[in-house]
């Protein structure tokens, strides 16, 4: 299974958008990385002629919403109040259309533990894991060391420590506990980690990571510089379909659409394990979407156009959002 452009890519006259606002910035632990991803968005829709503006939540998303009137929108933020079904649930509720998964989906990819836990339940793997509310808990996390210890509502490996041993675990579980919510213990799987885009129902080519740190942490996605990303991945055909063939099954699991990606460990008999899913990925110049999305012909503007067309789909079409379309048909009659 393979991205396509005969069935996923087609021409899109921009003015089929309407106005479109890139949501940026906001208040989580990944304001700047989302900064950059938005800005990068915003340019290239500039570039492809697309109407649009920016809004930072930080500065009263309703009003700016209620004065800038868009036709739809791009969620470019990460994290808490971006990627968790928040502003998802305002855009709703306002009947403004937006790409990339809903509500529900967005909710329960941000939540690392219940997306395990629908992954365990449906039979797909993942590895062990335990979630700590309590420091009295700890004790019972030494049975899975070692363990990489994460808030279980924060992306972008925020807050993360791997722990090897029992005396660590309190201090990473402190530190995990800063970022609000509770906390999740999860079994480390020894070996190379993949990640899988997902574009408008289609799995991109697999990427595999290479980290110079002890783990592909916060810094080594965008700060260091020396992380490695292989591309192709190094799997044989067969090797990569099941992974991506597994990948959309857990998107697809969690009711996410649109746009995101998912993240995989493979241990040393092969078998891959599910980290996490993404439904608001890094759109930075280091991201992976837009790496995976180069791989297969789509350049940046190519790339964020198709996402943005998610917001097209039937089920987001409401109120001013049919306004772009209905200019263009009216151009289209009009022309002939």
């Not at 964020?304 to 001013?320: D, H, M, T, W, Y």
């Amino acid at each position: 299974m393979m991205y396509s452009q005969e069935q996923g890519l087609e021409a899109v006259n921009p003015k089929a958008f309407g106005k479109v606002a890139v949501l940026l910035g906001g208040c989580s632990a990944e304001r700047e990385v989302s900064l950059a991803s938005g800005s990068r968005v915003f340019e290239a829709l500039q570039r492809s002629g697309v109407d649009c503006c920016l809004i930072d939540p930080v500065e009263g998303l309703v009003s700016q919403l209620a004065e800038q009137k868009p036709d739809r929108v791009l969620i470019a933020l990460h994290g808490p109040r971006g990627e968790d079904g928040t502003v998802q649930g305002l855009l709703d509720q306002m009947d403004i259309p937006y790409a990339g998964s809903d509500i529900m989906s967005s909710a329960l990819a941000m939540d690392k533990y219940r997306s395990k836990l629908l992954w365990q339940a449906v039979g797909l793997p993942t590895p062990d894991f335990m979630l700590i509310e309590h420091e009295a808990s700890l004790e019972c996390c030494a049975e899975i060391l070692p363990a990489f210890v994460k808030p279980s509502l924060e992306g972008s490996s925020v807050g993360v420590t791997r722990v090897d041993r029992e005396q660590d675990l309190f201090p990473a579980w402190e530190q995990a506990s800063e970022y609000g919510g509770s906390v999740l213990v999860e079994k480390f799987v020894e070996g190379p980690e993949f990640t899988v885009a997902i574009l408008n129902g289609q799995p991109l080519p697999a990427i595999r990571i290479e980290s110079a740190e002890s783990f592909y942490d916060y810094d080594a996605k965008y700060v260091t510089g020396n992380t490695q990303y292989h591309l192709p991945c190094g799997l044989s055909q067969s090797k990569e379909q099941e992974l991506q063939a597994l990948a959309l099954t857990a998107f697809e699991t969690l009711g996410c659409s649109g746009w995101g990606r998912v993240d995989f460990m493979q241990d040393e008999r092969g078998r891959f394990w599910l980290l996490e899913a993404n439904t608001v990925p890094g759109m930075t110049e280091t991201s992976l979407v837009p790496m995976a999305a180069k791989a297969v012909g789509l350049d940046f503007e190519a790339l964020v156009l198709e996402i943005l067309k998610s917001s097209l789909s039937p089920a987001r079409q409401k109120g001013a959002a049919l306004k772009g379309s209905k200019e263009l048909v009216q151009e289209e009659s009009e022309a002939h």
